[in-house]
């Protein structure tokens, strides 16, 4: 009954073979004869996936990532040696038969007869060719995986077809190439030149008629021939295919006996995957780049096409990052503040003038064990690009309001009374009037110190990052001149890319933001106002050298060139006589920027810069959740006070900026003259007769006219401020302010910002 049974299998397979319009599977004959006529041109030459290579700006390799590992080579890159041994112990007829090898299906039909089983079989190395093609077409599809491997003879006589029509089209070698470019020799190895590179760590070129035998070997069986699980089957099956090879006279019998004697000779290598592979904490820029390739149009018009570009790989990605400044931004991130810590770090650099995006640092590892306190978050970016939801900036969001007061006019000798407590005054917006409804306290914007009354101007205000004086800043030019100017700097969005809430108190820094944003608007500080939008990718060839479009960096002058030179003038001061004064670098470089430190000390910020470099550092609880007062961030212990932008942000800058400038020519900022103030009468002088009281002084029973612009109403600040020098309940904590509800859309009255200009 066996013997019947096989024998009628075969008769249907060769009736099946010889009249292919025949519909023998229930198919009409027109059917037939089309899908028999007209072969895809994929089973010609399928887009197989490939690896994709990403390399720094320097050629040095970051990652390699792929759906399938696997190196697409011509046939003179393929050794000869598994070119032969491949095809005598698969089909070693192959060059001699056509797509069906009826002899071979006879002596299948007989052996499986003798011996009761469905031992040997008979298929082609093209019908396996075909196979595997419709294996690769199924792709992660595991249904139509296990339906193209489906042994049922309807599969077969469709395989049967397609095998004849491309004997047709290809030739023999042909065929043989894009069968080794496509098989599978396990361990996540797709192809000869993966598998060469898997277990021998050599290419494919290069192997000896032991080693290729031994990939030949595999193919039948990649399980139970596996060379690392079960050496001893693997050299049992290597050696029959070297005497497959002798046999068909493709090696001299000296040739046979000395690969025979050679051992195993593994020099494996565990599959290298993904970002999680990335040397020198780059696997977060490695991340950044996979979403860049999946979100820009560049790359497909639709997600699904852009995807499809990515998994189908066999790219060479170059990107911007620079290895040497990344290995400065993450020892500097790494050495201030400890993985283990529960407050972490992040550090992004841009270049000014090109939006290329230089390094991108943070302390937790890149990872999937929280236990190891890994993440794949990237702390630097916004949500959409594999970031979280960013972090309030607090007062290094200043300069954006001095931006737009700059640019809609205002003197950078302008200035305030700058009480040291006034009410949110009424605001002119894009869309009409901002008004404060708040009671008591919550309608009070307070300065982080008592000592902190005006009148300032400018770059004393910004020096000492005087919350009042911006307030005022923003009365007299309105909030749409400050949503423009956010707009022009690549602010459009919160980093989790919820709505952008113009509202009074965004000068103090209460819209989350990331890194890479902050970076870049600092950056355009030090290209004298030229915004670049940010780039991660240089270059983008094929395997087989075609070049691919990359998205270009979009630059536009977001101010004019004396704003920015006005304003580098007064960030330079912050960095000479203000807040950040103690984060001069080693070669004494001029340098300009910003501190910034949020309500609680959940936060804090450094954004400083030269003309070449702009940096951007953040340390916080990475959920944003982590009051930084009496605690321990790496070696250093920060008591009630807590942590400011120039103590905990700022060395972590000093550190990284030392050594990625070190050798680099000293640039200095176009600068505009910009006078100090005249300092300020002693209030405890007596004064002369008829003289006029400070402009802003409280003591005198208000503001004069045209003192506080926008209006502070009830005419100034009555009785000298905070009265009775109480603190600001629900205000004033560890330096910072609780906002009202609903000046904030969604964050009630737990957002401020905390005293920014430590």
Same mark, same amino acid.
């Given at each position: 009954?066996?013997?019947?049974? =096989?024998?009628?299998? %075969?008769? =249907? ?30 089973? !010609? ?98 249904? #139509? ?33 894009? $069968? ?44 139970? $021939? ?33 690969? +025979? ?70 020892? #500097?991130?790494?050495?201030?503040? +400890? ?32 236990? +190891? ?7 630097? =970016? ?15 969001? +200043? ?35 901002? !008004? ?5 306290? !919550? ?52 980093? %989790? ?145 807590? =942590? ?19 050798? %680099? ?94």
């Amino acid at each position: 009954m066996k013997f019947l049974g =096989v024998s009628v299998l %075969s008769g =249907v397979l060769l009736a099946g073979m010889a009249l292919p319009a025949v519909g023998a599977l229930g198919l009409t004959a027109k059917n037939t004869a089309e899908s028999f006529d007209n072969i895809p041109d994929d089973f !010609k030459t399928p887009p197989l996936t490939q690896a994709t290579q990403i390399f720094d700006a320097k050629g040095g390799l970051i990652a390699k990532v792929y759906e399938r590992d696997r190196t697409v080579l011509t046939a003179d890159q393929m050794s000869p040696f598994m070119r032969q041994a491949q095809v005598d112990i698969e089909d070693a007829r192959f060059y001699e038969h056509g797509a069906v090898d009826l002899k071979g299906v006879l002596r299948a039909v007989s052996k499986n007869a003798e011996s009761g089983t469905a031992s040997q079989g008979a298929s082609t190395l093209t019908q396996q060719y075909v196979k595997n093609v419709n294996v690769e077409k199924a792709g992660d599809d595991q249904a #139509a995986v296990l339906e193209a491997q489906r042994k049922t003879l309807g599969r077969k006589i469709q395989e049967l077809k397609v095998a004849i029509k491309l004997e047709e089209d290809l030739t023999k070698d042909q065929i043989l190439t894009n $069968y080794l470019n496509i098989t599978f020799y396990g361990h996540q190895a797709y192809g000869v030149e993966s598998a060469a590179q898997r277990y021998f760590s050599k290419n494919n070129k290069d192997l000896t008629v032991a080693e290729a035998a031994t990939l030949a070997g595999v193919v039948q069986n990649p399980s139970q $021939y596996d060379p690392v699980r079960y050496p001893e089957n693997t050299v049992k099956r290597r050696n029959v295919v070297i005497d497959k090879m002798l046999e068909n006279k493709h090696i001299t019998a000296d040739q046979a006996k000395e690969a +025979k004697a050679a051992p195993l000779g593994l020099k494996y290598k565990d599959p290298q995957n993904g970002c999680i592979t990335a040397n020198a904490g780059m696997g977060f820029f490695c991340d950044y780049v996979r979403h860049v390739v999946k979100q820009d149009p560049v790359f497909g018009k639709t997600a699904a096409e852009r995807k499809k570009f990515w998994d189908q790989g066999g790219l060479n990605i170059y990107t911007t990052l620079d290895p040497d400044k990344q290995a400065a931004a993450q020892n #500097a991130v790494t050495s201030r503040v +400890k993985v283990t810590d529960s407050v972490s770090a992040a550090a992004t650099m841009m270049e000014p003038g090109s939006g290329k995006i230089l390094a991108m640092a943070q302390t937790r590892p890149y990872g999937l064990d929280p236990n +190891k306190n890994q993440t794949v978050v990237n702390l630097n =970016v916004d949500a959409a690009m594999g970031g979280g939801n960013g972090f309030q900036p607090g007062s290094t969001f +200043k300069p954006i309001i001095a931006a737009a007061a700059l640019e809609s006019g205002i003197s950078p000798t302008q200035a305030y009374p700058s009480e040291n407590r006034i009410e949110w005054p009424t605001m002119k917006t894009c869309e009409g009037t901002w !008004k404060n409804t708040e009671k008591g306290d !919550k309608r009070y914007v307070p300065n982080e110190s008592k000592s902190e009354v005006g009148p300032y101007e400018l770059k004393q205000a910004m020096a000492l990052s005087v919350n009042t004086y911006f307030v005022q800043m923003e009365a007299e030019m309105g909030l749409c001149p400050v949503k423009q100017m956010a707009n022009k700097l690549g602010i459009t969005t919160r980093a %989790s890319g919820d709505k952008l809430d113009v509202v009074p108190a965004i000068t103090l820094g209460t819209q989350e933001m990331s890194p890479l944003t902050m970076a870049n608007v600092y950056a355009t500080f030090a290209a004298r106002g030229k915004y670049c939008t940010p780039i991660a990718v240089n270059k983008i060839t094929t395997v087989d050298g075609k070049d691919i479009k990359v998205p270009a960096s979009s630059c536009s002058q977001a101010m004019s060139e004396s704003t920015a030179d006005a304003l580098n003038t007064v960030l330079l001061n912050v960095t000479e006589k203000g807040t950040g004064a103690s984060l001069g670098l080693e070669d004494g470089r001029q340098i300009a920027g910003k501190t910034g430190t949020t309500d609680k000390k959940k936060a804090a910020w450094f954004n400083g810069y030269t003309p070449q470099l702009a940096t951007a550092v953040w340390i916080g609880g990475p959920a944003g959740g982590v009051e930084m007062k009496n605690i321990k961030i790496g070696d250093t212990y920060y008591g009630g006070d807590g =942590v400011f932008g120039a103590t905990g942000p700022g060395p972590i800058w000093k550190l990284a900026m030392d050594q990625a400038l070190k050798g %680099s020519a000293k640039e200095t900022f176009q600068t505009v003259n910009i006078p100090d103030p005249a300092p300020k009468p002693d209030p405890n002088a007596t004064p002369t007769a008829g003289a006029t009281p400070p402009s802003g002084d409280a003591a005198a029973g208000g503001n004069p006219a045209g003192g506080n612009p926008g209006g502070n109403p009830g005419g100034g600040n009555p009785g000298g401020g905070n009265p009775g020098g109480a603190t600001n309940a629900g205000g004033m904590i560890g330096g910072g302010f609780t906002l009202p509800p609903g000046i904030i859309g969604g964050n009630g009255g737990g957002n401020g910002n905390g005293g920014g200009h430590h």
